[in-house]
């Protein structure tokens, strides 16, 4: 499986960017997709998740993003997106795409993902 994440740049605070992510090698379908970000001098950390269809198809989001951010996912394309909004300087960090079979209580849990994308870059000016 390889994940191959874009759409990362330089944005003002306040306002909006998307992200996308492409999986290529099998279908998605079986695979909780997310998202998850590092900071400079932080550890990487959750975002968002979209669960996969078999276990009901929900999604979870980091308290720091909800009401602001939105995952979506396209199993015929074999895609995940994130819409970001209202960003804040805080939100700068580079952005990985991942996935997994994990249960549903492991999924804010980095090590429970099998493979991740290279990394885009987001900038979130003040």
């Known amino acids: 499986v390889q994940l191959q994440a874009s759409g990362g740049g330089l944005v003002q605070a306040g306002g909006s960017l998307r992200l996308s992510c492409v999986a290529s090698?099998?279908?998605?379908?079986?695979?909780?997709m997310g998202w998850f970000r590092q900071a400079p001098g932080k550890e990487r950390e959750f975002v968002a998740v979209a669960t996969r269809s078999g276990s009901g198809g929900a999604t979870y989001y980091a308290d720091s993003v909800k009401g602001r951010f939105t995952i979506s996912r396209d199993n015929g394309k074999n895609t995940v997106s994130l819409q970001m909004a209202n960003v804040k300087p805080e939100d700068t960090a580079v952005y990985y795409c991942a996935v997994s079979q994990t249960v549903l209580t492991g999924l804010r849990d980095a090590s429970n993902y099998n493979y991740w994308g290279q990394g885009t870059l987001v900038t979130v000016s003040s």
């Open positions: 090698g099998r279908t998605m379908r079986p695979y909780h």
